[in-house]
């Protein structure tokens, strides 16, 4: 492969990867005023909703993007127009009839998922995500096909456009919706406050998928005398329509058993903690809202740091996929090496700084709490190493995959879902830890597929972790800034008896110390930084 193609995989990579950094930003700074509005209880129907929402996503219609870019990719490398053009239209009915099936399920089952969570409230926000999933599904095409030739910015703007959209209009219709409630119904009507709130939310997501779909069609229209011109100008006998639909489903079929192990343990986890605590004596409002304050303010803080590292290491993997397939070992150790370091030195302070800052985050950020404040608080302490298992599982996976071995992620993450399982049943049912058992289940899921997946890809890849460089390192470095910012927040706040100014002066010093500590500790060197600035450059 030459210089320019392999920088070209990089640069692609990159465009997605910043997009992703962007929505997941717009993501969390969205949710936080739009959690403070909901309530926990609202915040418990929003999730759970959510969690069934993206199940039936996933079945449907998650994995069309790849399966449209790589089937398409391949074809249009051969100078098969007519066939790539076909591998689109075959996917756009593929789409349609899948995510009609999960509208059909989603919309009409949505009284039968209540009774299952025993959560009735969550009717609402599922008869909203409904069509949602239809749209989402033309849109995984549409984002499929250019990326099928190679041009990842209306992927990346469509995300962005998609997310900003979401978020104006899911602020908006909950603070709507909230305040005529309030006035209208007053408090006797919290119940069903709640649910109409979590429906709020979920009017959001719809509008952005709207929005996003509409600027395809847009650029459809815009460039169709082009298509056109491409598709009479080649010469190629298009395939036949079984060929390619059996070709979408063997591309999609391991993605989603993929994706769908992932996705059903935070479900089971709902179903689990609802019918469990209920057959305990806890009344619904505690459990839901218990739910909300899990799946919402912790999740919430979870998840963004290993949605940046994540996505800043997908850069690298497009060269990684190629150095393996030409053979190139030496180049193949040091690409992985990179995107292994770029995972941990984001992840490994992010979880030292929740727990250390627990307090003033959950404080500062979402202050309607109340009661459930020390809960939260404690969640994100005892639980913020997840961030770390979930960034090196996340990574292995991808390095898994990306060296053609598509179905040992998959068994190892099937593994660690029946464990996780048993684990959960075990601590509500004989222990009675309450939500402390989702915490208990949230950390050791990603651990046990991180630890499958380093034995995988020393096996099968021939890559061994160097975590004395990768792991250790950054840890000390880590401990050390956590030890600064926490003094730092303690003393200031003594002094100050305010959250916010002495949290922001102890992220600031937090940041100043771990990277000084990184050189002192040598977990990154002048010479890797100078490289990375280059490859930034290029």
């Known amino acids: 492969m030459s210089k320019e193609a392999k920088r070209a995989l990089v640069v692609h990579g990159s465009i997605l990867a910043m997009a992703g950094i962007i929505s997941k930003i717009i993501g969390f700074i969205y949710r936080v005023p739009m959690a403070n509005m909901m309530g926990n209880t609202g915040n418990g129907l929003y999730s759970v909703s959510f969690g069934i929402y993206n199940i039936a996503l996933t079945l449907s219609s998650y994995s069309m993007p790849l399966a449209v870019s790589k089937l398409m990719s391949s074809r249009l490398a051969k100078g098969q127009e007519r066939s790539a053009y076909k591998v689109f239209r075959d996917a756009q009915i593929f789409a349609l009839v899948t995510s009609s099936i999960a509208f059909l399920v989603l919309f009409f089952g949505a009284d039968f998922f209540a009774a299952l969570y025993r959560k009735e409230g969550l009717v609402r926000p599922l008869k909203v995500l409904a069509p949602t ?51 209208e119904r007053g408090i006797a009507y919290a119940d069903e406050a709640a649910s109409f709130t979590a429906m709020g939310g979920t009017i959001g997501t719809l509008a952005g998928a709207i929005a996003a779909i509409c600027m395809f069609g847009l650029l459809f229209l815009k460039t169709r005398k082009q298509r056109k011109a491409d598709y009479d100008a080649a010469t190629d006998t298009p395939e036949d329509n079984s060929v390619i639909f059996k070709a979408i489903l063997l591309t999609v079929i391991p993605v989603i058993l993929s994706q769908t192990v992932y996705q059903i343990g935070y479900t089971i986890d709902d179903m689990i903690f609802g019918n469990l605590m209920a057959s305990k004596g806890y009344i619904e409002e505690e459990v ?191 401990l050390v800034m956590g030890a600064a910012a926490l003094a730092v927040y303690t003393g200031l706040k003594a002094v100050i008896h305010s959250m916010l100014i002495p949290m922001v002066v102890a992220v600031v010093v937090a940041v100043i110390v771990y990277v000084v500590m990184l050189f002192v500790t040598k977990a990154l060197s002048a010479e890797e930084i100078n490289a990375i600035l280059e490859r930034r450059k290029k």
């Open 288 to 478: 839901t809202s218990l739910q909300g304050v899990f799946n919402t303010q912790y999740n919430q803080m979870i998840n963004l740091p290993v949605a940046i590292a994540t996505a800043m290491a997908s850069a690298t993997i497009p060269s990684v996929v190629a150095a393996y397939t030409l053979g190139e070992t030496g180049t193949l150790k040091r690409n992985i090496d990179a995107v292994v370091k770029i995972n941990l030195l984001i992840a490994i302070p992010a979880a030292v700084g929740l727990a250390v800052l627990a307090e003033p985050i959950m404080g500062v950020l979402f202050p309607g709490l109340g009661e459930y404040m020390d809960t939260a608080v404690m969640l994100l302490r005892t639980g913020s190493s997840a961030v770390v298992f979930y960034a090196i599982s996340t990574i292995t996976t991808s390095i898994l995959q990306g060296c053609d071995h598509m179905r040992i992620p998959v068994i190892h993450s099937a593994v660690s879902l029946v464990l996780h399982i048993m684990i959960v049943d075990i601590c509500l049912w004989y222990f009675d830890m309450s939500i402390y058992a989702l915490i208990i289940g949230n950390v050791t899921f990603p651990l046990i597929v991180a630890v499958l997946n380093c034995v995988s890809v020393n096996k099968y890849v021939g890559y061994v972790i160097p975590f004395r460089k990768a792991f250790w390192k950054p840890l000390l470095a880590a």
């Open 133 to 183: 999933c239809f749209v989402v599904g033309m849109l995984g095409v549409c984002r499929g096909y250019y990326q099928g030739h190679r041009n990842m910015v209306p992927t990346a703007v469509s995300q962005v456009v998609e997310q900003i959209v979401n978020a104006v209009v899911s602020v908006l219709a909950v603070s709507v919706i909230s305040k005529g409630l309030r006035t």
